[in-house]
Nanobody, 123 residues
Framework: VQLVESGGGLAQPGGSLTLSCTGS????????TSWIRRPPGKVAEWVSS????????YYTDSVKGRFTISRDNAKNTVHLHMSSLGSDDTARYYC?????????????????WGLGTEVTVAS
């Protein structure tokens, strides 16, 4: 099982980035998929989750209205479109799955993780 994130980089304050997570070795379309971030020097924070079918989405309060999670099961890919970025969004962003089939606001609830992609918001 492998999750591979991409799309990170440097963004200016107020700018946008779209992250992608591609899964392999797993029936990707059967699982909720989540994004979790770890800001520098801080604990990991759950960001967003999407139902296996894409019908339901969930966001932490700090990103509501700015981030949009979506998925394309035909391509085994989940995206996180981030807009109105601020310095507080600087973090390493991870794609994660709970093989038990659920989702959680607690990062410790996930047992399948990608290696992450770095997002830096700075002018």
């Amino acid at each position: 099982v492998q999750l591979v994130e991409s799309g990170g980089g440097l963004a200016q304050p107020g700018g946008s980035l779209t992250l992608s997570c591609t899964g392999s070795g797993i029936t990707f379309s059967s699982y909720y998929t989540s994004w979790i971030r770890r800001p520098p020097g801080k604990v990991a924070e759950w960001v967003s989750s999407i139902h296996s079918s894409g019908t339901n989405t969930y966001y932490t309060d700090s990103v509501k209205g700015r981030f949009t999670i979506s998925r394309d099961n035909a391509k085994n890919t989940v995206h996180l479109h981030m807009s109105s970025l601020g310095s507080d969004d600087t973090a390493r962003y991870y794609c994660a799955i709970d093989s038990g089939g659920s989702w959680s606001r607690d990062p410790t609830g996930y047992d399948i993780w990608g290696l992450g992609t770095e997002v830096t918001v700075a002018s």
